[in-house]
């Protein structure tokens, strides 16, 4: 099976980027799926990217649209959330999680998959 590992998390001022990336260990990720999502305090989980198994197709939540970005390399075996314009309320710990499946999904219990997170602080 394979265990996503994130990295690139950190303090960042209002406005500012940061690259988050996914690694597999374990197993290739080239025959998962993969999506991002984020929990900030008292906050259930939520949906923020997604990429399909070959990386055509891509999804994102409304509130991120036009600033967040995700792609992979599957010769790296790496998923990158590119994050621009992040705003205070999106401090959050960030969770990379992959299902075994050409599609992706919006929702968490698809996933069998998750990393540990990697917390952004965005401050104001």
């Known amino acids: 099976q394979v265990q996503p590992v994130e990295s690139g998390g950190g303090l960042v001022p209002a406005g500012g980027s940061l690259r988050l990336s996914c690694a597999a260990s374990?197993?290739?990720?080239?025959?998962?799926?993969v999506g991002w999502f984020r929990q900030a305090p008292g906050n259930d989980r939520e949906f923020v990217a997604a990429?399909?198994?070959?990386?055509?197709?891509?999804y994102y939540a409304d509130s991120v649209k036009g600033r967040f970005t995700i792609s992979r390399d599957n010769a790296k075996n790496t998923v990158y959330l590119q994050m621009n314009s992040l705003k205070p309320e999106e401090t959050a710990v960030y969770y990379c999680?992959?299902?075994?499946?050409?599609?992706?999904?919006?929702?968490?219990?698809?996933?069998?998959?998750w990393g540990q997170g990697t917390r952004i602080t965005v401050s104001s």
């Open positions: 999680a992959a299902r075994e499946s050409v599609c992706y999904s919006t929702l968490a219990n698809d996933y069998s998959y």
């Open positions: 374990g197993r290739t990720f080239t025959n998962y799926a």
């Open positions: 990429i399909t198994r070959s990386g055509a197709s891509t």
